[in-house]
């Protein structure tokens, strides 16, 4: 398959993805608008988050920091986190295990 291939899904205003889900994982390639939020939020799967461009301010465990291009950040389980994308943002997303609630 190729990405350019996937219909992307705004899963919320102005978080549009393209996902792909194999057995174990689901692989998340987000296009994010300036401005946009994520609600603070957690769920039960493990999550590794990188910044592949823009500025993203991101909250985890109460604790914010603003990331940028290369940045990855490790998630764990039920753990409280959210953002905001300070610029347009693509981010990449992987969680395990699969995100059913995306497909």
């Known amino acids: 398959m190729?990405?350019?291939d996937i219909t992307a899904k705004e899963i919320i205003p102005g978080l549009h993805g393209k996902l792909i889900h194999g057995d174990a994982l689901s692989w998340a390639?987000?296009?994010v608008e300036a401005g946009a939020?994520?609600?603070?939020?957690?769920?039960?799967h493990e999550q590794i988050m990188h910044v592949v461009a823009g500025q993203f301010e991101f909250s985890l465990n109460g604790?914010?920091?603003t990331y940028v291009a290369g940045d990855v950040v490790v998630i764990p389980s039920n753990v409280p986190h959210g953002g905001k994308a300070i610029t347009p943002c693509k981010l990449m997303d992987v969680f395990t295990p699969?995100?059913?609630?995306?497909k």
Do not use: A, M, T
């Open 29 to 31: 390639f987000w296009e």
């Open 2 to 4: 190729n990405l350019k």
């Open 98 to 102: 699969v995100r059913e609630d995306y």
């Open 63 to 65: 604790e914010s920091k």
């Open 37 to 44: 939020i994520v609600p603070e939020h957690h769920h039960i």
